[in-house]
């Protein structure tokens, strides 16, 4: 598995958005700025947080974005899937996945326990886990 562009900038705009967390709302360019992305490509991604409700948008001079929820309350898990859909290593062990094979097939066991560890990593990650190891390393920037 090889989580893209997308799904990691995703993750570092969820970031941004967290440790900026306050009553005023955070611009795009802002981001852009602090992360070194392109404004552009974080207008696409910011559309599909959006959209899953992740974010909220505030119109206006002072406009912008700010989490909807807590950044304890989402996970690396929620926000990759967004962005790179399943995080199943192979289309079988997807959730709906089927192959006409599975029945006979010994590998299926690898391409789950696979697929399990990486859910196990990435559903008990949180924004606030991620903010606190950035302070324990005395980080300002977010990586």
Not at 69 to 83: A, F, N
Not at 104 to 110: A, E, G, L, P, S
């Amino acid at each position: 598995m090889k989580i893209s562009t997308k799904g990691r900038y995703a993750l570092r705009l969820m970031l941004d958005l967290a440790a900026h967390n306050g009553d005023s709302p955070v611009s795009l360019k802002d981001i852009a700025a602090r992360q070194q992305i392109s404004e552009k490509y974080l207008e696409q991604i910011i559309s599909i947080l959006n959209k899953a409700g992740y974010v909220k948008s505030v119109r206006g001079a002072q406009g912008g974005y700010q989490l909807k929820k807590q950044p304890s309350e989402y996970t690396v898990g929620m926000i990759l899937r967004q962005t790179e859909g399943s995080l199943a290593p192979v289309d079988c062990v997807a959730e709906g996945g089927s192959c006409d094979r599975m029945e006979m097939c010994v590998t299926i066991r690898i391409w789950q326990q696979i697929y399990d560890a990486v859910n196990q990593v990435v559903d008990n990650i949180t924004l606030e886990d991620i903010l606190g190891w950035q302070a324990e390393q005395g980080l300002d920037y977010i990586i």
